[in-house]
């Protein structure tokens, strides 16, 4: 086992803070709390298998919160869970045998188009429609569920908006978006982390010391959303996915 560094250890620990924070309330997390785990000088697989052991604290934190809040639809969640957990563990099943590479162009495309979308629709997600889930509609949500835990599993990178973004698609407001995006991508994390688990790629003392700053990064950024409202979670959205696009379009076209 890898030396344990106080600096590294207090680093993981404040950008784990951070991380959280942010993903509570629209997703983007990883794109801070697996470059800290990759610097502690861990490899890519145990970072990620890291990552999703102290993501699994947080986001079930921010679930409690939202859940508690009612600003989750239990009972439709309830029934996607566990599409989102079981295709993570395929997607992550996979991702031991192919690189993560052949996503990123996609990926890459699909977060221009939700930052054009929401950009565009100035109203979109401001009040919450009365969903009526017709046939098509629930196939929708069962198919894109299905794939973006198959997409948390295998990458990760995004998930949070990703979901959000179905969920806003399928008529709630920014608030309770995120919060079935939460207990959802709560599932996915869970999923993934068995995985990773059983093969070995999980270092539990990072893990553990990044898990206890995002539960209370995770119940600060949930509290944040729920008492600042619709208005704050969009800019705090639009602002995250923007990041997260800057960061693809460096990684895919400097990477090596």
Known sequence: ??????????????????????????????????????????????????????????????????LRARHVDFRMVMKLFPLSFILSVCGALVAVRMPGEVLKPLVLIMLIFVLIYTLVKKDWGGIEKKAVFTREKIVFLVVFVMLIGFYDGFMGGGTGSFLM???????????????????????????????????????????????????IGSYAGAHMAISKGVGYVKALFIIVTSILILANLYDFLFST
Not at 20 to 32: Q, T
Not at 176 to 204: H, Q, T
């Open 165 to 215: 973004f179905l969920m806003l698609f399928s008529g709630f407001d920014f608030l309770r978006s995120a919060g079935n995006a939460k207990v959802l991508n709560f599932g996915s994390n869970i999923g993934a982390l068995l995985l990773f688990i059983i093969m070995g790629e999980v270092n539990y003392t990072y893990g553990l010391a990044m898990g206890a700053s995002m539960i």
């Open 1 to 66: 086992m890898a030396d344990i560094e106080l600096s590294a250890l207090l680093l993981v620990i404040a950008l784990g803070f951070l991380a959280a924070f942010i993903d509570a309330v629209v997703g983007g997390g990883g794109l801070i709390s697996i470059p800290a785990l990759l610097a502690t000088g861990m490899t890519p697989a145990t970072a990620l298998g890291t990552n999703k052991l102290a993501s699994a604290f947080g986001s079930l934190t921010s679930s409690l919160k939202f």
